[in-house]
């Protein structure tokens, strides 16, 4: 038990650390906008970790104006705090900040039993504001544990554009030298990641292992007790490695002698529960063939070879798709839009973007398409697209190549994939 005077000396050293973040040169993020402060929800900002949850509501309630109370359950000080205490946590906020009507709430899933008090608030009419990043809080349990009162909103690593703009790289003028820096910048981008960390560190592998140590370690082998610890890692590192893939459990089964598919599925589950990986279906009019081979990548590009022994290479090709897929499912967010992959005998498209059940774009990803056989196929997998789909709206991404081309009758747009990230404005 924490006695009330040293949850006081803990709250009150959180209250002056978030202060200080007001000296912080921070990235206004447009995920912002989803907060909604009005709602009679907990709002529950979630996303790996380290990718600037906090930051983001710090600045949402920054930019209104509100008063609020604040507390880090991550803080090793409150490791043996229990849910019986939440109330004394309560007294101390009011103690410290006066009255206030809204509630910060940094990781309060380590707390068992967090949601009674949680629940209890909202009730209460207080407006609550949640992060979390590891898979308990993650999970389909949150739905229950708040009884439907919770918006979610996934926050991801950086976009390109928050990458320019925390680089003081300009994304708007149109002139040789911006778009040279323009390029150099999604170069580095490419190559690093969106972890808003990685722009100060200069030791990427270091802090990327240490990351995704923590989440294998903290949030899943310890949570949910895995027993067989060195073969769950070496699963999830095979993934990052091999990523993008359609995952096929049977085969993942095989590969770690696991008893049975059913634990490969399990493990998969808690690694995208923990946003290290994401997870996309396959298109298709059935429901049942939606919900087999899903296609995963990981959830940045700096978890793809940024590791010991990850032996993964440059392979800039997947690491330029993995970056469109993330930014297509930021923008879908914003836009209450679907992304699926298409693949069947005839070919395969990277990404078809759906609006409800109307298609409204087909997307290929090609790092260099100069070559006329890579050329060929990119063409054909989004002509078999517009077969599949009836959209006639097609996109051929590529590291450095634009224009348009027409192909069987259809028109085909070809843009650099920096300039069409910067163009949808998150």
Avoid at 40 to 49: K, S
Avoid at 333 to 343: A, I
């Amino acid at each position: 038990m924490i006695d009330k005077r040293t949850l006081e000396f803990i709250l009150t050293d959180q209250q002056e650390e978030l202060k200080a973040k007001s000296e912080d040169i921070l990235c206004h993020r447009q995920e912002e906008a989803l907060i909604d402060m009005n709602s009679p929800q907990a709002q529950v900002v979630i996303g790996v970790r380290r990718s600037g949850k906090s930051t983001l509501c710090y600045q949402a309630l920054q930019a209104q104006g509100i008063k609020y109370a604040y507390a880090d359950f991550d803080d090793e000080r409150l490791a043996d705090l229990q849910a019986s205490q939440l109330n004394d946590v309560l007294e101390v906020l009011y103690k410290i900040y006066g009255d206030f009507k809204y509630l910060f709430f940094d990781e309060i899933q380590n707390i068992e039993g967090w949601h009674l008090f949680v629940n209890r608030m909202l009730r209460k009419k207080m407006h609550v504001v949640i992060t979390g990043s590891n898979a308990k809080l993650l999970s389909s349990e949150l739905a229950t544990h708040l009884s439907g009162r919770n918006k979610e909103i996934p926050l991801y690593p950086f976009s390109f554009k928050e990458f320019c703009q925390m680089k003081e790289v300009d994304t708007t003028i149109k002139t040789t030298k911006a778009e040279a820096f323009r390029r150099a910048t999604f170069d580095t981008y490419l190559k690093q990641g969106g972890f808003p960390e990685l722009l100060v560190i200069s030791d990427n592998k270091n802090y990327v292992k240490n990351l995704v140590d923590n989440i294998l370690k903290r949030d899943i082998e310890q949570r949910y007790k895995i027993s067989y610890k060195a073969e769950f890692e070496n699963l999830a590192h095979h993934i990052l490695n091999v990523s993008p893939s359609i995952v096929v459990s049977t085969d993942l089964a095989k590969i770690f002698n696991f008893k049975s598919e059913h634990t490969a599925k399990k493990y998969i589950d808690y690694l995208k529960q923990a946003y290290l990986l994401i997870g996309i279906q396959k298109y298709s009019q059935k429901s049942k063939q939606r919900s087999v081979q899903e296609k995963i990548y990981a959830i940045d590009v700096a978890m793809m070879d940024q590791r010991d022994n990850a032996f993964a290479g440059e392979n800039l090709g997947h690491r330029l798709e993995t970056v469109v897929l993330i930014h297509l499912l930021r923008k879908c967010k914003m836009d209450d839009n679907d992304v699926y992959y298409l693949n069947n005998r005839s070919g395969e498209c990277d990404f078809i973007v759906c609006k409800g059940n109307k298609v409204i774009q087909a997307i290929q990803v090609s790092y260099d398409i100069s070559a006329e056989k890579t050329r060929k196929r990119e063409i054909n997998g989004l002509l078999l697209a517009a077969k599949e789909t009836k959209c006639d709206n097609l996109l051929l991404l590529t590291d450095h190549e634009s224009g348009t081309t027409i192909e069987s009758g259809h028109h085909i747009k070809i843009q650099p994939v920096y300039e069409w990230s910067l163009e949808l404005g998150v």
